[in-house]
């Protein structure tokens, strides 16, 4: 990856900061306060790593490498798959936001250049209809079962956004489900979010990929 993200990076977020994007988000009854975005490295592992053991491991022991390119360490389950993770991270080969409340990691959202992130679904149907590849993908957006459905979504993604700004900026595509049509998603089918979410983070829509799932676009200026 030849533009790479500031390790250190951090950014807090305030209400007023967060009007458009968190409109009325409570937390224990009272509006939130700050969350602070930073960069998954290996200094954050830790956090990242408590997060997805809370959740079993995700999808069943996925540890987010799914989207990762194929090699000879995927497939050997949960732990492998954990150990693949590290590897990636440390070889800064692997990248997201990730939101913390205190020190505690809550969400995140993972990006990447197509090449460290080829893995998307709907692959095949992609590529037949793509004219440029971004230079960032957002892949994976994942809440803390404790703090869903409080806009914190919002903020693993616009985390994100900052961080591929500091990194250089670019064209930067997402694959988040359209839910226009009212009917109930499962939770499992908005691992990349929802169009409405883009949207409102300034996506533009540029056509569907597989079944309710589209591709959103937006080019970033860097920071």
Known sequence: MER????????????????????????????????????????????FAALVERHNGIFGGCW?????PDCAERGKGAEGNRALKRKLVEEGKAHAALVFDGDRAVAWCEFGTP?????????????????QLPDYRLTCIF??????????????????????????GGIVEGYPQDTSDGKRVGA???????????ERAGFTYQRPKGKNHTVMRRTLAPA
């Open 4 to 47: 790479r993200t500031r390790c250190h990076y951090t950014s807090s977020f305030t209400p007023s900061e967060l009007i458009d994007s968190v409109r009325g988000a409570f937390y224990h009854g009272a509006m939130i306060e700050e969350f602070t975005i930073r960069a998954l490295t290996p200094e954050t592992w830790d956090a």
């Open 64 to 68: 987010c490498i799914w989207f990762h």
């Open 115 to 131: 090449e460290e992130l080829p893995n998307i679904h709907h692959r095949k149907e992609y590529q037949a209809g793509v004219e």
């Open 143 to 168: 809440i803390d079962k404790a703090y869903r459905r409080k806009g914190i979504s919002a903020l693993a993604l616009r985390g994100a956004l900052d961080l591929i700004a500091q990194a250089g």
């Open 188 to 198: 499992s089918f908005l691992y990349n979010g929802t169009r409405s979410l883009y």
